[in-house]
């Protein structure tokens, strides 16, 4: 098992004819990142039992945010062409792709479904503040108490998660923004962010943000719109961190980047 020398990977950095990696253009870079690497490890310039560099460096050689390296790793992962090891690191594998493994063109990635998310549900939950009546409150209470007894199983805790942003949303009464707010949680229901998710959901995640609902439950039943953004800004801040935990092979980055930190207001 062999790691590959820096030298090799210093691309997006120095000459770009020399390097191994290009840095990329802002389309999907999470895809045009997978399939740089993808083509080096078919053309055996990567090989197999080789370990990537850290995300960190992997960003920076390519020019990209560290959440972009690592959807274009889970896409690899779930296509077999690396192994993410926790505690370990990245390492190349052999196997041969087929066209069923290829994400469909229009396929978001994890973090971008979670910076619509901040777009749209910080401003639900504000709106919800203002409008929610004793009923509203009485369901977001029913789904707090199920959730409770659902930490330990990940697909009804999954579920419950979806229902309770959903009862948030319905409290405005609006059926289309309703069925946005169901369609882009089960956006999540995809082979990438279910990997991506296996590495770092459990009890105590979910029991996080079980928590983390009550917070916004609580805003919303105060009636303060500015609070209730603020916890559901919180929430998705938290989900982003969570899912951008370090697998192991070099310190977490507790830092919420300054786009994302944007995306859901000041």
């Known amino acids: 098992m062999t790691t590959?020398?820096?030298d090799r990977l210093r691309a997006g950095v120095g000459a770009i004819e020399e390097a191994?990696?290009?840095?990329?253009?802002?389309?999907?870079?999470?895809?045009?990142?997978?399939d740089q690497m993808r083509s080096l490890i078919e053309?055996?310039?990567?090989?197999p039992g080789s370990r990537l560099p850290a995300e960190r460096e992997l960003a920076q050689m390519l020019g990209v945010s560290r959440p972009t390296v690592r959807e274009a790793l889970i896409v690899l992962e779930v296509e077999g062409f690396v192994d993410i090891r926790m505690g370990s690191g990245i390492y190349v594998t052999v196997r041969k792709r087929t066209s069923a493994d290829v994400p469909p063109e229009d396929f978001e990635g994890p973090f971008e479904l979670l910076r619509a998310r901040a777009v749209v549900e910080c401003a639900v939950a504000e709106e919800a503040a203002r409008l929610a009546r004793p009923?509203?409150?009485?369901?977001?209470?029913?789904?707090?108490?199920?959730?409770?007894?659902?930490?330990?199983?990940?697909r009804l805790?999954?579920?419950?998660?979806?229902?309770?942003h959903v009862i948030v949303s319905a409290i405005i009464a609006n059926a289309t923004l309703n069925r946005f707010i169901g369609s882009i949680h089960d956006m999540r229901m995809t082979p990438y962010f279910e990997k991506l998710a296996s590495y770092f959901e459990?009890?105590?995640t979910w029991r996080a943000a079980m928590e983390e609902h009550r917070a916004i439950r609580d805003?919303?039943?105060?009636?303060?719109?500015?609070?209730a953004r603020a916890a559901m800004r919180a929430h998705l801040d938290q989900s982003q961190l969570r899912l951008s935990e370090s697998f192991g092979e070099e310190p977490?980055?507790?830092t919420i980047p300054a786009a994302w930190r944007r995306a859901g207001g000041n």
């Open 4 to 6: 590959l020398p820096h």
């Open 20 to 34: 191994m990696f290009s840095a990329v253009e802002s389309r999907r870079l999470y895809r045009q990142v997978a």
């Open 43 to 47: 053309r055996g310039e990567l090989s």
């Open 135 to 154: 009923e509203h409150i009485a369901l977001m209470d029913d789904n707090l108490t199920q959730m409770a007894a659902a930490l330990e199983d990940r």
């Open 157 to 164: 805790a999954l579920a419950l998660d979806r229902d309770f």
């Open 202 to 204: 459990n009890t105590e």
């Open 219 to 227: 805003a919303i039943a105060a009636g303060d719109p500015v609070a």
């Open 252 to 254: 977490s980055d507790s």
